[in-house]
């Protein structure tokens, strides 16, 4: 019993080193006595950790995003006011489609309001639920383009 106490108190003790070590043996002696090394010390030493310990990867320096995906040599590419003429054209699509998303926010929310006028009938938030959700989906899609719009060049 104290054999294994010892042997436990000596792996603890030489727990913080198996960072800077990268093998580990136990070790036993003629008389049965075993010791615990990080070399090995007779013909009867047996490794028990045999791997690197400092399993934390270096952080890696942020590479450029244009030397990771390099362009290859005969890839087409789009002249400088012709992209230009794409992103304008998709800002107007985008604010068009705000504009009509608007309305439709607009729309949603007076007939919500109506609904939410009518009182005295039975099952008022169930009646009242399909446009409440109407209205929340308007919000989302306005949320939506004007996060497209602010990502535009």
């Known amino acids: 019993m104290t ?4 042997l436990l108190a000596l792996l603890c003790a030489l ?13 036993t002696d003629a008389g049965g006595g ?5 070399s090995r010390l ?6 028990i950790v045999s791997e690197e310990q400092n399993s ?3 952080p890696r320096a942020p590479a450029a995003r244009a030397s990771a995906n390099p362009t290859p040599a005969g890839f087409p590419r789009v002249q400088e006011d012709t992209q230009k003429a794409r992103d304008s054209d998709r800002r ?7 504009a009509g998303e608007q309305r439709k926010l607009d729309q949603a929310r007076k007939e919500l309001s109506d609904q939410e006028a009518v009182r005295g009938t039975i099952g008022g938030a169930e009646r009242t639920a399909p446009y409440r959700d ?3 989906q308007h919000e989302r899609n306005l949320q939506a383009i004007q996060k497209e719009l602010s990502n535009l060049r």
């Open 92 to 98: 107007h699509i985008l604010e068009q489609e705000l």
């Open 3 to 6: 054999m294994t106490r010892s």
């Open 34 to 38: 075993v010791l615990i090394s990080n």
């Open 134 to 136: 109407r209205v929340a």
């Open 56 to 58: 934390v990867p270096a």
């Open 15 to 27: 727990a913080p080193l198996t960072l800077a070590a990268q093998t580990i043996y136990k070790c």
């Open 42 to 47: 007779n013909k009867n030493c047996q490794a």
